[in-house]
């Protein structure tokens, strides 16, 4: 558990291209994790929120935005739509549009969007501006991963105990199958990259 935790303090760019190469993920995606990290653990210092576990959300939900074939560009701008499946209550929870198909398209059931695959009523209370251009854009991965980030960090969960990442990602998504493979994905990656617990 204490591997899935871990915490990054602004690593320099040395480590990012290091961290890329041995974990897999795009550098332009761990960018925005680890800015995510330090941006909410400034603002919530209770939360000490890692990296890693940004990243594994990411992994598990959009392979860091590359699902379906798309990728990021430069400014962290997902190439592909990233809009999930039609949350109809086939499959998955029933969830009538919010946003008259604003964000995924359908005016009948919202979809999850972007990189870090927010339902659009989420995306309304929990949407952040991570790129500072004035625009909270869920296709967008540093405004995604701030987001999730402050979403993970909610209620002053301290995400080092094992209760409070636990509950923090139990409400992304409330599922114990997601919660493990989010654990596996944070753990590995903290591994690979050598980081301390």
Not at 1 to 14: I, K
Not at 131 to 158: E, H, K, M, V, W
Not at 173 to 178: C, G, M, P, R
Request: glycine fraction near 12%; hydrophobic fraction near 40%.
């Amino acid at each position: 558990m204490t591997t899935a935790v871990d915490v990054t303090h602004s690593p320099d760019a040395e480590w990012l291209r290091a961290a890329s190469a041995e974990t897999g993920i795009p550098a332009r995606a761990l960018r925005a994790y680890v800015a995510a990290a330090v941006t909410a653990n400034g603002s919530m210092p209770q939360c000490r929120i890692g990296w890693n576990t940004l990243a594994a959300v990411g992994f598990v939900e959009s392979g860091h935005g590359t699902y379906g074939g798309g990728s990021l560009d430069a400014l962290g701008q997902a190439s592909g739509p990233l809009v999930g499946p039609s949350l109809n209550g086939s499959g998955f929870a029933a969830i009538p549009d919010t946003d008259a198909g604003a964000l995924d398209g359908d005016a009948n059931w919202d979809h999850a969007v972007g990189p870090m695959q927010f339902i659009p009523s989420t995306w309304r209370l929990a949407g952040r501006d991570g790129n500072g251009d004035g625009t909270a854009d869920p296709f967008n991965i540093d405004d995604a991963a701030l987001s999730a980030a402050t979403y993970l960090c909610d209620r002053g969960r301290d995400l080092t105990t094992a209760q409070g990442w636990t509950d923090a990602i139990y409400a992304y998504n409330q599922s114990d199958a997601y919660i493990r493979k989010v654990r596996a994905q944070a753990t590995a990656y903290a591994t690979k990259t050598g980081t301390p617990d």
